[in-house]
Nanobody, 123 residues
Framework: QVQLVESGGGLVQAGGSLRLSCAAS????????LAWFRQAPEKEREFVAC????????DYRDSVKGRFTISRDNAKNTLYLDMNILKPEDTAVYFC????????????????WGQGTQVTVSS
């Protein structure tokens, strides 16, 4: 089992930055692919970014490319999402997720989920 706890959300003005963290407990963290998803009010949860277990691969949804960076520190069992040039449309609850055998953008591939952290971007 893996437990994931997100932090770092908050209220920020458009154009600002935030860093989200996701602390993991449990074994084998370094062998999991990790991802960030988000869910805006009255919308379905959507993929934001993912990173492979070895940090060799990372993928992003088009709307965040060049603004967001996903990274991981396996020694600290922590996943990060650096968000820059934030826009009001980035407002959502952000979730981190871990996958035992999957890498990619589909929710169904992820086995463990955090509770989420709220990010609000004001215009």
């Amino acid at each position: 089992q893996v437990q994931l706890v997100e932090s770092g959300g908050g209220l920020v003005q458009a154009g600002g930055s935030l860093r989200l963290s996701c602390a993991a407990s449990g074994r084998s963290f370094s062998s999991y692919a990790l991802a960030w998803f988000r869910q805006a009010p009255e919308k379905e949860r959507e993929f934001v970014a993912c990173i492979s277990w070895s940090r060799g691969y990372a993928d992003y949804r088009d709307s965040v490319k060049g603004r967001f960076t996903i990274s991981r520190d396996n020694a600290k069992n922590t996943l990060y999402l650096d968000m820059n040039i934030l826009k009001p449309e980035d407002t959502a609850v952000y979730f981190c997720a871990a996958a035992v055998t999957y890498y990619g953008e589909h929710e169904s591939g992820y086995d463990f989920w955090g509770q989420g952290t709220q990010v609000t971007v004001s215009s």
